[in-house]
């Protein structure tokens, strides 16, 4: 059997560890190694080894020197992100660029560092429905998201990674990132996510449930519905 190490990247995310989960699934036929980076530890039990680290940054030099020696096949997961309400920051300013900031750029710079690692089979980044539309009370999040979707189809060296890039874009997961949020209309579950990514094989961008995607263009041109429906999450 051969060896993969899948390393996932914001260990406490349940859409990460449905990510995760579903990659083992995929790869059952590999010797499996698991690292899960965190930054502050809960009760959701990361898969695997769980190294905390003060920024996610920390994972690059932990993987270079971790396969220095040995050349198994490399998965990496990147699940990590914030969400604060506009409600809850007087400046949108300041809150659109703490979105940014992680959700964007700081994801971005590691896609880049990543996609130069050899031996790497796999990118799984989490998105979400929320980059394709803007729901007011989560302006800046889903600025954030669209962003960095935008940013990864124009980076160069990450369209030349030679392996599978996978962008999923799951619709609302009850999780803390949603906490004291009503459960929409658009909605998935971590056994849909896992069960999604362990039979699919290309890479791309990923619409969980894949049906939302006709869902989020309406949303596109249906800016008082979505205002509605919005005001209806608390």
């Given at each position: 059997?051969?060896?993969?190490?899948v390393?996932?990247?914001g260990?406490?995310s349940?859409?990460?560890?449905?990510i995760?989960?579903?990659?083992?699934?995929?790869?059952?036929?590999y010797?499996?190694?698991?690292?899960?980076?965190?930054?502050?530890?809960?009760?959701?039990?990361?898969?695997?080894?769980s190294?905390?680290?003060?920024?996610y940054?920390?994972?690059?030099?932990?993987?270079?020197?971790?396969?220095?020696q040995?050349?198994?096949?490399?998965?990496?997961?990147?699940s990590?992100?914030?969400?604060?309400?506009?409600?809850?920051?007087?400046?949108?300013?300041?809150n659109?660029?703490?979105?940014?900031?992680?959700?964007?750029?700081?994801?971005?710079?590691?896609l880049?560092?990543f996609?130069?690692?050899?031996?790497?089979?796999?990118?799984?980044?989490?998105?979400?429905?929320?980059?394709d539309?803007?729901?007011?009370?989560?302006?800046?999040?889903?600025?954030?998201?669209?962003m960095?979707e935008?940013?990864?189809?124009?980076?160069?060296?990450?369209?030349?990674?030679?392996?599978?890039l996978?962008?999923?874009k799951?619709?609302?997961?009850?999780?803390?990132?949603?906490?004291n949020?009503?459960?929409?209309?658009?909605s998935?579950?971590?056994?849909?996510?896992?069960?999604?990514?362990?039979?699919?094989?290309?890479?791309?961008?990923h619409?969980i449930?894949?049906?939302?995607?006709?869902?989020?263009?309406?949303?596109?041109i249906?800016?008082?519905?979505?205002?509605?429906l919005?005001?209806?999450?608390?």
């Amino acid at each position: 059997m051969e060896n993969l190490r899948v390393y996932l990247l914001g260990g406490n995310s349940v859409i990460g560890q449905a990510i995760c989960g579903g990659v083992l699934e995929k790869f059952g036929n590999y010797n499996n190694d698991i690292v899960s980076f965190v930054r502050t530890k809960y009760n959701e039990n990361p898969p695997g080894k769980s190294i905390e680290v003060d920024e996610y940054l920390e994972s690059y030099n932990y993987i270079l020197e971790q396969n220095k020696q040995s050349s198994p096949k490399l998965i990496i997961i990147i699940s990590f992100g914030v969400l604060r309400e506009e409600v809850e920051s007087s400046n949108l300013s300041e809150n659109i660029k703490y979105h940014l900031d992680i959700n964007t750029f700081k994801t971005l710079e590691l896609l880049e560092k990543f996609s130069e690692i050899e031996n790497l089979l796999e990118i799984h980044v989490v998105s979400s429905i929320l980059g394709d539309f803007i729901r007011p009370s989560v302006y800046s999040y889903s600025v954030s998201k669209k962003m960095l979707e935008l940013l990864i189809v124009n980076t160069e060296n990450i369209q030349n990674f030679s392996g599978e890039l996978y962008v999923w874009k799951p619709a609302f997961v009850a999780s803390r990132l949603n906490v004291n949020r009503k459960k929409p209309f658009l909605s998935t579950t971590p056994l849909k996510i896992k069960r999604i990514v362990a039979n699919k094989k290309s890479g791309g961008n990923h619409y969980i449930p894949a049906y939302s995607v006709i869902l989020t263009k309406i949303a596109k041109i249906s800016s008082p519905i979505i205002n509605w429906l919005d005001k209806r999450s608390y």
